[in-house]
């Protein structure tokens, strides 16, 4: 009777190890996440004028090069989305994101011999991502992941304002890029701490790659019909987040 208790307990210890062992083992594994997030992003390269040479009234213009970042700051970036996890490491993603560039007024070059100042309209943007998210500490309070993302961008119209107010020429309001729709794709890398039962908090940076959207026709007969024939460009996200899992 003894050895029957004995025997009986050794299976039962032997049958809660393995369910420990088990329920230590799950992971992202059937899980479900919901996640927000706002940031920003810094424009690594990537120019929105290419250099050009023509007339607008019979005035010479001179465009230089611009470079992306001369032009906007980093801007606003917010997304939602959800998770679901594959097995004890992966875990596959979509959100839905919001982003605005704001413009700031430059000299862009010259028209005759007075400086020329171009300020485009506020860059806005809709993106759809999905992607993969890879756990190096896929279970703890603290866990950090790769992703590897790729999705659509959605670019509203942008518009520019042309000015050279020592000579009184301006033209307000110009089609500058059309709204295009556009492949992006890129990864990120994070950290997140559990704060509360199921709730952490953290941090994540990426890196995205955004095609050239369309030109507008833009100072039809004056030579400068190509200075819009540019755009694509590499950013780098930041931002916090908060998810919630179940």
Do not use: C
């Not at 706002?38 to 010479?60: F, H, K, M, Q, Y």
């Not at 430059?106 to 028209?111: F, L, P, T, Y």
């Not at 860059?123 to 703890?140: F, I, K, S, V």
């Amino acid at each position: 009777m003894g050895r029957g208790n004995a025997a009986r307990g050794v299976l039962l210890a032997i049958t809660m190890a393995a369910a420990a062992t088990s329920a230590a083992a799950q992971g992202l594994e059937g899980t479900t996440s919901v996640f927000v997030s706002i940031g920003t992003g810094a424009s690594l390269g990537g120019n929105v004028i290419e250099e050009g040479t023509g007339r607008i009234d019979s005035v010479p213009v001179v465009f230089v090069e611009q470079a992306f970042s001369n032009h906007y700051s980093d801007g606003l970036r917010l997304r939602g989305g959800v998770g679901f996890g594959l097995d004890y490491t992966k875990e596959v993603f979509v959100n839905f994101g919001y982003g605005r560039l704001n413009a700031t007024e430059r000299i862009v070059g010259a028209a005759g011999t007075v400086p020329l100042h171009v300020r485009f309209s506020n860059a806005r943007a809709l993106d759809l991502e999905g992607g993969l998210r890879y756990y190096l500490l896929p279970e703890g309070p603290t866990r950090t992941y790769l992703a590897g993302v790729a999705g659509v961008r959605f670019l509203e119209e942008v518009t520019a304002t042309l000015r050279a107010p020592d000579i009184g020429l301006e033209r307000r309001d110009l089609p500058y890029f059309d709204a295009s729709t556009l492949f992006v794709f890129g990864a990120d890398a994070g950290v997140s701490r559990e704060v509360a039962t199921a709730f952490s908090i953290g941090a994540e940076i990426g890196l995205r790659y955004q095609p050239k959207p369309g030109p507008a026709e833009i100072l039809a007969g004056s030579g400068l019909e190509g200075i819009n024939d540019t755009g694509s460009r590499w950013s780098l996200p930041i931002s916090g987040f908060a998810t919630w899992r179940f």
